[in-house]
């Protein structure tokens, strides 16, 4: 099964807002509400920031918003700050009960 | 406070089978799953499997059916993975993750990762 789509990079600038796709298929993002998003430094652990499309972790930050369209899910964050400087992983629960990943994005703050 | 702590690097030949401890702290084993999750060297995160300490659902990604092994041990809060035949493409760093207890999804809390290296 492949990887979720997700584009290689995106970029934005202090203050503005930007946002992450995730492009799956019917047996995975367009059937399940189980999509999830993760944030991960260099050499750290990933970071739980949306689960379920749409919803933050306790003690999230307001400023990640997920949300999803047919087989699409999409990750923004507003309000960008230096810190958001990280790597953005989608996930989905699949029909045949495993999880998928996407290949990641690598979000830089210029 | 809840936190999963992993077990030390590894080196392995190739061949070999390597297994990964995954200690639970700070909340109840049986009331969740455990994920295992998987970057190889500057690669994105690859989905291994899972097990939910809570009904016993278990399964693995297709890619890895027939060489890991995830279990638990209630008793001492641990999750296991086992993974065999090891090659070269198998060096990466392995994280264990808390899961809904009947979805492998919503990973809240992530161990530090282990780094296994496969090399003759």
């Known amino acids: 099964q492949s990887a979720l789509t997700q584009p290689a990079s995106v970029s934005g600038s202090p203050g503005q807002s930007i946002t992450i796709s995730c492009t799956g298929t019917?047996?995975?993002?367009?059937?399940?509400?189980?999509v999830s998003w993760y944030q991960q430094y260099p050499g750290k652990a990933p970071k739980l920031i949306i689960y379920d499309v749409n919803y933050r972790p306790s003690g999230g930050s307001n400023r990640f918003s997920g949300s999803k369209s047919g087989n699409t899910a999409s990750l923004t964050i507003s309000g960008l700050q230096a810190e958001d400087e990280a790597d953005y992983y989608c996930?989905?629960?699949?029909?045949?009960?495993?999880?998928?990943f996407g290949g990641g994005t690598k979000l830089a703050v210029l | 406070q809840v936190q999963l702590v992993q077990s030390g690097a590894e080196v392995k030949k190739p061949g070999a089978s390597v297994k990964v401890s995954c200690k639970a702290s700070g909340y109840t084993l049986t009331n969740y799953g455990i994920s295992w999750v998987r970057q190889a060297p500057g690669q994105g995160l690859e989905w291994m499997g899972w097990l939910s300490s809570y009904n016993g659902n278990a399964n693995s990604a297709q890619n890895f059916q027939g060489r890991v092994t995830i279990t638990t041990n209630i008793s001492t809060s641990t999750a296991y993975m086992e993974l065999r035949s090891l090659t070269s493409d198998d060096t990466a760093v392995y994280y264990c993750a808390r899961v809904h207890r009947a979805v492998p999804n919503r990973e809240d809390v992530w161990g530090q990762g282990t780094t296994v290296t496969v090399s003759s």
């Open positions: 019917s047996s995975d993002v367009g059937t399940y509400n189980y």
């Open positions: 996930s989905s629960y699949t029909a045949r009960s495993t999880v998928i």
